[in-house]
Nanobody
Framework: QVQLVETGGGLVQAGGSLRLTCAAS????????MGWFRQAPGKEREFVAA????????YYAMSVKGRFTISRDNAKNTVALQMNNLKPEDTAVYYC????????????????WGQGTQVTVSS
């Protein structure tokens, strides 16, 4: 059974930073590409960032490229998202999941999601 637990969200002013962490279990973590998604109020969940199994490749949505950095620790089964220069439009609930590349789009590998972690950026 897949279990994903996201932590590290909070309230921050524009220009500030946060570091999110996701702990995964029930996944063959060390061989799974992992990613972050977010869902803002009234909007669909969207892809934010992905990292392949050995951290040799990272992928970002254009809206966060240059500000966010995804990383992973296979020994601890965790994936992190360092978010710098945050903007009010980054306000959302952030989720992690294993990911699949389907054509040009990254999608979640599992239907089950964690509770997510709320990020709120004030202007």
């Amino acid at each position: 059974q897949v279990q994903l637990v996201e932590t590290g969200g909070g309230l921050v002013q524009a220009g500030g930073s946060l570091r999110l962490t996701c702990a995964a279990s029930g996944v063959t973590f060390s061989s799974s590409p992992m990613g972050w998604f977010r869902q803002a109020p009234g909007k669909e969940r969207e892809f934010v960032a992905a990292i392949n199994w050995n951290s040799s490749n990272r992928y970002y949505a254009m809206s966060v490229k240059g500000r966010f950095t995804i990383s992973r620790d296979n020994a601890k089964n965790t994936v992190a998202l360092q978010m710098n220069n945050l903007k009010p439009e980054d306000t959302a609930v952030y989720y992690c999941n294993a990911v699949l590349l389907e054509g040009p789009r990254w999608s979640a590998a599992f239907d089950s999601w964690g509770q997510g972690t709320q990020v709120t950026v004030s202007s």
